[in-house]
């Protein structure tokens, strides 16, 4: 069970905010200043343990289930728990394989903390790069439409990083839609429940500075390939791009020319074996494409451009 390297930052610092994870002294105090008189899981009596050992028996507990960065996490479950009852389901559950951003309730990306419910396709570090390509062809006032939008990862950071952008967002998934109307709506923006584009208004149509959809584009066949985290405990429809991953994309492209204005942008994260067909895609529709790559978090993206009249 391996925890995203890239939520952890290394164990050392906590992105979204430039804090340095709590150091072992702290969470030490931590587990003193919540009062857990007993191992966590287990009835002990409080003579018996301190806050060091309860620490080092949540790693043990941990490291045990799976989980590479123990220390970290740990660290991090402690510092989210509100009560000794809390910390020991929070432990159980990422003993049980739960992603650590479901437990503890968030996920760090692009700078922020952005709020993540159980079964909620969790932001990707790689799709920080998404962001800072569109963030690029943004300019202030632009209308951004983030579709297959999950959590509002996307759109709350491009609403963090371009002023006063009019922000729509919509996702099928009804839990992700949820999601996404605190993180989204703290930003400004108004998020739809519904099929990619059926849910936005209309009068967008011919109005849409920047579009970014996060599609899904893992083949279905290569599902069951994926870490358990995601597999089992992500939405199906947030992961599953049918035969060959792209035919969410071949639905975005399809309709995006309809809703751009001219010169506005469509921006779909793909896959690096996938991209030359996702070029194809864009170009069929009409779109002028480019492909952007980052190797350093294997992160590829096609941009495509509505031409200008």
Known sequence: MGIRRDFLSNGKVNRFDGSKLPTKAETLKDVDDIKIHAEVGKSVNSGSFHGETIYANIVTRLRTAGCVFAEDEARLLISAARTPADLAVMVERREAGLPLEHVIGWAEFCGLRIEVDPGVFVPRRRTEFLVRQAATLARPGAVVVDLCCGSGAVGTALAAAIERIELYAADIDLAAVRCARRNITAAGGHVYEGDLYEPLPSSLQGHVDLLIANAPYVPTKAIGLLP???????????????????DVQRRVAAEAPL?????????????ERQASKTVEIFARNGLITQLSSYDELDATVVIGTKPAL
Do not use: C, I, Q
Not at 235 to 245: F, Q, S, T
Not at 259 to 271: A, F, I, M, Q, R
């Open 228 to 246: 358990s985290e995601a597999r089992n405990h992500e939405a199906r429809v947030a992961l599953d791009g049918g035969a060959d991953g792209l």
């Open 259 to 271: 809703w751009l204005v001219p010169g506005g942008h469509l921006l779909v994260e793909t896959s």
